[in-house]
């Protein structure tokens, strides 16, 4: 969880914050892919996803009332901004549908091996 502003004062909008390594990297990969625009795709063409969107978002703006932003910080309508900070929400927050079946593309979730908490 990310403090809605940093110690300049400058907003950071994202509450929740992927910081796994691994996790990062399959998001990326995700995004590079085209994920952003088949995700935003998927919420505008499938009213069950976009319900979840708008309540995801809504939940964000009581979570984060200093910011005016839905998830990632986005204010525009129509369009995802970050996966990260969609996966990073429904990983923290159960029940974000969206989010969820994002998650489900990252096969694995985590890595099996080599993990950056293990000593």
């Given at each position: 969880?990310?403090?809605?502003?940093?110690?300049?004062g400058?907003?950071?909008?994202?509450?929740?914050?992927v910081?796994?390594?691994?996790?990062?990297?399959?998001?990326?990969?995700v995004?590079?892919?085209?994920?952003?625009?088949r995700?935003?795709?998927?919420?505008?063409?499938?009213?069950?996803?976009k319900?979840s969107?708008?309540?995801?978002?809504?939940?964000?703006?009581?979570?984060?009332?200093?910011l005016?932003?839905?998830?990632?910080g986005?204010?525009?309508?129509?369009s995802?901004k970050?996966?990260h900070?969609?996966?990073?929400?429904?990983?923290?927050?159960?029940?974000?549908?969206?989010?969820e079946?994002?998650?489900?593309?990252?096969?694995p979730?985590?890595?099996?091996?080599?993990?950056?908490?293990?000593?």
């Amino acid at each position: 969880m990310q403090a809605p502003f940093d110690d300049r004062g400058k907003p950071f909008p994202t509450t929740y914050y992927v910081t796994c390594p691994h996790l990062v990297t399959a998001i990326s990969r995700v995004e590079a892919d085209g994920g952003v625009e088949r995700w935003t795709r998927a919420a505008k063409e499938n009213s069950e996803l976009k319900a979840s969107l708008e309540r995801a978002n809504e939940e964000q703006r009581r979570l984060r009332p200093e910011l005016p932003g839905g998830i990632g910080g986005t204010t525009r309508s129509g369009s995802l901004k970050c996966l990260h900070a969609h996966i990073a929400f429904a990983l923290a927050r159960p029940g974000y549908e969206l989010g969820e079946r994002m998650l489900s593309e990252l096969v694995p979730l985590w890595p099996t091996a080599g993990c950056c908490m293990q000593k």
